[in-house]
Structure formats: structure tokens, C-alpha cells
């Protein structure tokens, strides 16, 4: 239920987001610019047994921002992780409008799974954390609007230190994503 809640949150946001006012911009030519909405599914993440879905606004031709949201349906993802919620700031190196190769910032706020064992006794945790991270990769767009990316970022967890375990400490994202902007 708490899932069903937040992805119905998650994409009354989204939704608002893309039908809020767009801002125009003019280039030195005369001609004008539009700020672009990018939704996009992780098709990566989607054969390994989670879903994730990415929403971005172009804030100029060489800059965005975005967020993903990333919840697992299989057992054996479910195991380690329980959500993500990323959002991002992304700089593009291209001569394309908000595509291209980038480099991005991001935070994650993380749900993680922790397992300790205790005289025989197996105990298991939830630990909430929110990570800073860098990430690089690569936007292409067709003419129609359809989007293929490929990225990857490493992050490193902030607070909840009293586990000293590795995996509990480093956070990655990865993505094959398809899309469509409009």
C-alpha cells in the first residue's frame, strides 16, 4: 500500500511538472527556444526485475534537471533495496539542445535492507540514507522525439555510518533508458 501511495505521488508530480508554463527563450539568431519535458523508462533496471522512471526538464540548451524513482517487483531486488528516489542536475556537452554527452550531480534518498544475525536469530532493517554522487553518460535523440541514454553514477551514503559495512556505504544508478520528449 505504502508503494502504491508513493508512485501515485511521484507521477501527480510529474504530471503537474510537465503541464506547468513553459518558458521561451531566444537564441542571438532571432529564433526561439523551448524548454523540453524527457519521460523515460530504464529498460535495464526493468529485465533485472525493478522499475524506474525518469522525468527531466530542459533548463537551457546545455542544462537540465530531473528526478528518478526507482521500485523493485522482484524478490531477490527486493532483498537489498527497497526504493530510490534521485534527483539530478545535468550538464550537456553536445550542439544539440539539452542532449548529448553529460555530466551529472546527483542526491539519492535510499532504502536499504540490513541483515544481522543474533544468537541464531536472523534481524533484518530498513536504513534510510541519503547519498551525494557524480554520474556521466549520454543523450540521443531522433528527430520525432524519441530518446535512447546511457548512463552510469557512484555516490556515497551521508549519515547511518554505525553498520561499517561496505555495501551499505557506496550507491550506484545505471541505465540503458528509452524515452520520449515533448
Do not use: W
Not at 527486493?78 to 542536475?89: A, E, F, G, L, R
Not at 541514454?149 to 555510518?161: A, H, S, T, V
Amino acid at each position: 500500500m505504502k508503494k502504491l501511495c508513493l508512485i501515485t505521488l511521484i507521477m501527480l508530480s510529474i504530471s503537474g511538472m510537465s503541464f506547468s508554463q513553459e518558458k521561451h527563450n531566444s537564441k542571438s539568431d532571432g529564433s526561439s527556444l523551448t524548454n523540453f519535458n524527457d519521460v523515460k523508462l530504464n529498460s535495464l533496471y526493468l529485465i533485472l526485475g525493478a522499475f524506474e522512471v525518469s522525468y527531466e526538464r530542459s533548463l537551457n540548451e546545455e542544462s537540465g534537471i530531473g528526478i528518478d524513482v526507482f521500485l523493485p517487483f522482484d524478490d531477490e531486488v527486493q532483498d537489498d533495496i527497497n526504493y530510490y528516489i534521485s534527483p539530478y542536475y545535468r550538464i550537456y556537452i553536445g550542439n544539440n539542445y539539452a542532449s548529448g554527452f553529460f555530466i551529472e550531480g546527483f542526491g539519492m534518498l535510499n532504502s536499504t535492507k540490513n541483515y544481522t544475525f543474533s544468537f541464531d536469530t536472523e534481524i533484518d532493517e530498513d536504513i534510510t540514507d541519503f547519498a551525494l554522487g557524480i554520474g556521466l553518460g549520454g543523450k540521443f535523440l531522433t528527430k520525432r522525439g524519441f530518446i535512447g541514454e546511457l548512463n552510469l553514477g557512484i555516490g556515497r551514503n551521508l549519515f547511518n555510518d554505525k553498520n561499517d559495512r561496505f555495501d551499505n556505504e557506496i550507491v550506484g544508478k545505471a541505465g540503458i533508458r528509452i524515452g520520449y520528449r515533448f
